[in-house]
């Protein structure tokens, strides 16, 4: 099985940066997601790797390391908007052809004036 | 171009009856996926089903819970005699042809409210 740990609550400033740490423990390795959620609201896309190092797409950056099963998510220029939780998803290496996730629980980002 | 379609959003039932969760993909996906979120935790797979097919329904209860997916008309999870416990958030996730290196797309969500 796949055992994935985030902070469960942030806090940082509008126009800050912040990051969001995720490990996770697996047998094996197919793909690690973030997903945005705001509160009550459906998990939206942010990134996607599969491969080690940071892939940054506008005011959003990823970064993975496999050795280590650490990434994390960067957020720069923080904006109010920004207040939501973020999730981070492994892809179950067991789960054949298909896209099978496992979810943390959610770090829950609270951007402040 | 609508996205995934879920409803009913908010949905009430009282001990012991049913509740019937809809899930439309988006457009051109033939792949869904359902998920529980409880109160402060984790989005946790439930099933994964094709048009006519449930491919992997590893993380649904083995009682009271059902998923299908027909060739006409939307995604269906469908829990029976609900108990206070089932009250979460359901959503549904579609992707074109659910290969490894696909996004799902999720849906609302429908809120499930067992009195």
């Known amino acids: 099985g796949q055992n994935i740990d985030q902070p469960t609550e942030m806090t940082a400033t509008e126009g800050a940066i912040v990051q969001i740490n995720c490990t996770y423990q697996?047998?094996?390795?197919?793909?690690l997601f973030w997903y945005q959620q705001h509160a009550g609201e459906a998990p939206t896309f942010l990134s996607y790797?599969?491969?080690?190092g940071l892939e940054e797409k506008g005011r959003f950056s990823s970064f993975l390391s496999r050795s280590k099963g650490y990434s994390y998510l960067l957020l720069k220029e923080l904006q109010m908007k920004d207040s939501a939780s973020y999730l981070c998803?492994?892809?179950?290496?067991?789960?054949?052809?298909?896209?099978?996730?496992?979810f943390g629980i959610g770090t829950k980002l609270q951007v402040i004036p | 171009n609508a996205g995934v379609m879920q409803n009913p959003r908010h949905l009430v039932r009282r001990r012991g009856q049913e509740a019937r969760l809809r899930c439309s993909p988006m457009?051109?996906?033939?792949?869904v996926y359902w998920y529980r979120q409880l109160p402060e935790e984790g989005l946790k797979f439930m099933v994964y089903?094709?048009?006519?097919?449930?491919?992997?329904e590893s993380g649904m209860p083995k009682e009271r819970f059902s998923a299908e997916f027909p060739k006409e008309g939307p995604s269906i999870l469908r829990i029976q005699q609900v108990v206070r416990g089932d009250s979460a958030a359901y959503f549904c996730?579609?992707?074109?042809?659910?290969?490894?290196?696909?996004?799902?797309?999720f849906g609302p969500g429908t809120r499930l409210l067992v009195l």
């Open positions: 996730a579609s992707s074109p042809t659910g290969t490894t290196q696909e996004t799902q797309y």
């Open positions: 697996t047998s094996g390795f197919n793909g």
């Open positions: 790797n599969v491969l080690d």
């Open positions: 998803a492994v892809r179950d290496p067991n789960s054949g052809g298909y896209q099978k996730v496992t």
């Open positions: 457009k051109g996906h033939s792949h």
């Open positions: 089903l094709q048009k006519e097919n449930i491919i992997d």
